[in-house]
């Protein structure tokens, strides 16, 4: 029987490299999604694939203090930090969600030494389609 044809770039016949630190990416975008009860901040390239993301669970915050201020500026920060290694000098943000994180994780980005080319608000707001859920009560 005939040897099978290895296809180009499997695992079989060549050894993983950890890509961690090999690509240079000057450009990117900062996505922040706030929620009430978390943040999630997450790095990509023009493309969209992830290049680092934290989120104020990852960065040891439990419970309701997720949501927090100080939570969000600790996730923003984790999150840029390892992409500031890598050589990234300019960047888009996009902000998503009503959640206090907002402010927070926005100042830590500044804070960063990242110059910002745009910041947006990309809130999903319904053109009167869905019922929304009942308003909370605190």
């Known amino acids: 029987m005939a040897k099978p044809i290895p296809k180009i770039g499997s695992r079989k016949n060549g050894r993983i490299v950890s890509r961690k630190h090999a690509r240079k990416i000057p450009k990117g ?3 922040v999604q706030a929620s ?3 943040t999630i901040v997450t790095v990509t390239d023009v493309r969209g694939r992830v290049i680092s993301w934290s989120s104020a669970g990852t960065c040891g915050f439990k419970g309701t203090r997720r949501g927090t201020p100080f939570a969000a500026q600790t996730a923003a920060g984790n999150a840029i930090r390892t992409v500031a290694d890598q050589g990234m ?3 888009e943000v996009m902000i998503k969600g009503p ?3 907002r402010d927070a994780a ?3 980005i500044r804070r960063s030494g990242i110059l910002l080319k745009f910041i947006r608000d990309v809130t999903p707001m319904p053109h009167n389609g869905c019922r929304s859920p009942k308003k909370r009560r605190v």
Do not use: P
């Open 29 to 31: 975008v900062i996505h």
């Open 99 to 101: 959640g206090l994180g």
């Open 36 to 38: 009430f009860n978390n």
């Open 106 to 108: 926005l100042r830590a």
């Open 89 to 91: 000098q300019r960047a």
